[in-house]
């Protein structure tokens, strides 16, 4: 873990990897910064990239509230503000072309730092991200962000997921396609929510997260080098 500030409150970020790579900022699920997110971070920096995952609860206490409570505190802006220091902080390690991608709210969240940031990111991976249409405090959505989105995008999806549902799925899908930005979505039957969590193992799905991950590993490759 490295400790960086953001707006004077020190911010824990999970980080693997050299400088001089390729960057990847990778946005924490709901249960937070965890076995399963490090275990992302480290894999990413095991295929040659210099990868980061901010810690962006950290605003809140640490006492033991549920992770819905957790996410519903969060805000737009502060969440965009912890990215930019994440940033800076990879850029100050070297890293080169970037990379964001998330999981659950984290895919949610990759969703709107590609629409606020476009001039940032050379790829954009969105996991299973839920409440896309929707404002976290004020300011457009992430899906109102979409026009200013520069950055060809890919995404994965359980075909048994509610949040976001196939028709969520769609929606957001056909809007990309209007705006002629470049993106691949993959839907997975057989899978819901948070399918590629390994710690919970009613919802992990081994064949499909496996699937899912060699395509953004390509994906990657392709967008950065």
């Known amino acids: 873990m490295d400790t960086i500030a953001v707006a004077g409150h ?11 790579r390729p960057g990847v900022i990778v946005m924490i ?4 910064l965890d076995a399963f997110i490090e275990a992302q971070v480290d894999d990413l920096a095991a295929h040659g990239y210099l990868a980061a995952a901010p810690d962006v609860f950290h605003r809140q206490p640490d006492d033991g509230t549920d992770a819905m409570t957790k996410v519903g505190r969060l805000l737009d802006r502060e969440i965009i503000a912890d990215v930019d220091a994440t940033v800076a902080h990879v850029q100050q390690l070297g890293a080169s072309a ?4 998330g999981f659950c709210m984290g895919g949610r969240n990759t969703y709107l730092l590609a629409g606020s940031r476009p001039a940032q990111w050379k790829a954009a991976g969105v996991f299973y991200g839920g ?13 109102e962000r979409s026009a200013d989105i520069a950055c060809p995008m890919i995404g994965f999806f359980g075909a048994e997921d509610t949040n976001p549902s196939p028709a969520d799925v769609a929606a957001i899908d056909a809007e990309l396609a209007r705006l002629g930005k470049p993106h691949q979505f993959h839907m997975y039957e057989g899978a819901g929510h948070a399918f590629r969590n390994f710690t919970n193992p009613q919802r992990h799905r ?10 953004l590993l390509a994906f990657l490759e392709r967008q950065l080098g």
Do not use: C, E, T, Y
């Not at 911010?11 to 001089?20: H, L």
């Not at 409440?131 to 899906?143: L, Q, R």
């Open 131 to 143: 409440n896309i249409m929707k404002a976290w405090g004020d300011g457009p959505s992430p899906f």
């Open 29 to 32: 699920h709901g249960p937070g």
């Open 98 to 101: 970037l990379a964001v991608l």
């Open 10 to 20: 020190p911010m824990r970020v999970a980080i693997a990897g050299d400088g001089g």
């Open 206 to 215: 081994p064949q499909q997260a496996a699937d899912a991950w060699a395509k």
